[in-house]
Each structure stands twice: as C-alpha cells, then as structure tokens.
C-alpha cells in the first residue's frame, strides 16, 4: 500500500511560482509511474503532468504545457509539480497519483493510478 502526502499548495498571485511536492511511502517509490491530476470548482478531475519510472518521458497537459514541470528524485521517493506564471484558471485542488504501467504511452487517465493523495489546495489570485 503506497501513501502519498502533497504540500507546497497555498495563494499565489497571477504570473508568480509555486512547486508542489509529494511523499511516497509504503512501496518502492521507482517501480511507479507518478502523476498530478487536479479538480478546479465546478469541473471534472483533469489530468496535468505524468513522469516514467527513471524520470524520463514526462508528459503534460495543452492547458500547463511550457509552464509546469514534472520532475522526481527516487532516491527521497518525491515526486515535484513546479508551476509557473500561474493563472487564474490553474486554481485547483492538486492530486499526487502512483500507477503502475509498462509504457507512458497513456497515463493520462485517472482509473490508470492505483493510490491518490488527499490533495493540495493552489489559489491563484488575478
């Protein structure tokens, strides 16, 4: 049983900078593809980045591409979210994920990670 705790989540303002990070324990940290998905007021759950196992292949959604980045340490078992020039519409509740998969070439989906995070609360101010 893998346990994902987030932090980093708080009020920015447009344009300004957060990094999120998420703790795994209870699993061995590099045999899980590792994720963010988030859920803004009133929308569905939305996927927004997914790194491979070894770090490689990360992928992002249209809406964060160029501005979020996906990274993780294996050896701190932490998977980080930086998010820049933040705007109003990235306000959300975000979702550390762990799923198991041979290939990247999906991992955009929520029913493909196995455990979730309580989540982390980001507020972009205009």
């Known amino acids: 049983q893998v346990q994902l705790v987030e932090s980093g989540g708080g009020l920015v303002q447009a344009g300004g900078s957060l990094r999120l990070s998420c703790a795994a324990s209870g699993g061995t940290f590099s045999s899980y593809v590792m994720g963010w998905f988030r859920r803004a007021p009133g929308k569905s759950r939305e996927f927004v980045a997914a790194?491979?196992?070894?770090?490689?292949?990360?992928k992002s959604a249209d809406s964060v591409k160029g501005r979020f980045t996906i990274s993780r340490d294996n050896a701190k078992n932490t998977v980080y979210l930086q998010m820049n020039s933040l705007k109003s519409e990235d306000t959300a509740v975000y979702y550390c994920?762990?799923?198991?998969?041979?290939?990247?070439?999906?991992?955009?989906?929520?029913?493909?990670?196995?455990?979730w995070g309580q989540g982390t609360q980001v507020t972009v101010s205009s």
């Open positions: 994920v762990a799923g198991v998969a041979d290939t990247m070439s999906t991992m955009t989906l929520s029913y493909e990670y196995d455990y």
């Open positions: 790194i491979s196992v070894n770090g490689g292949d990360p």
